[in-house]
């Protein structure tokens, strides 16, 4: 939860994000913010109770989609196969706020040409030749 968050219709408060994938349409339902809210209640009771006087016609909320890959991780590095220049930092999906940081250290590293801030393995974990790597791989064994 973010409270007191400057908006143009006032101070807001901002909570959670239910995340369903497999959700068969966009849209804001009450199941969402029930959902939300009772999870509010699990990790804050308090803030929870202070919240709970709130009118429900007063409560908005949005829908988006979030980009990410079959493996659920970050892409990062030059675009395989393209021109040189051509760079991606894409794919954080819900982890945006905690790994866009680092993997932006990680994409101004490679392409500064300086040491990277992460180990070899997690460097091949997130790069953005990994499933051009794979494919490759998988064709010299067949």
């Known amino acids: 939860m973010v409270p007191n968050v400057p908006t143009r219709e006032g101070d807001a408060w901002f909570l959670g994000s239910t995340y369903d994938r497999t959700h068969p349409h966009l849209g804001i ?4 913010h029930a959902f939300n809210l009772n ?5 804050f009771p308090d803030t929870a109770k202070a919240l709970a006087q709130v009118d429900a016609k007063d409560v908005g909320g949005w829908v988006g989609v979030r980009c990410t890959l079959h ?4 892409l990062v590095g030059p ?3 393209a021109p040189a220049g051509l760079w991606i930092h894409t ?8 790994l866009g940081l680092l993997c932006s250290e990680i994409l ?3 392409m500064a040409g300086q040491p990277m801030p992460v180990n070899d393995r997690l460097l091949r974990a997130i790069s953005s030749h990994r499933f051009a790597d794979r494919a490759r791989s998988k064709m010299l064994r067949t």
């Open 29 to 32: 339902t009450e199941e969402d």
């Open 39 to 43: 999870r509010l209640s699990e990790l």
């Open 91 to 98: 794919a954080m999906g819900s982890r945006g706020l905690t």
């Open 108 to 110: 101004v590293a490679q």
């Open 79 to 81: 675009v395989a196969g």
């Open 71 to 74: 493996d659920r991780l970050p």
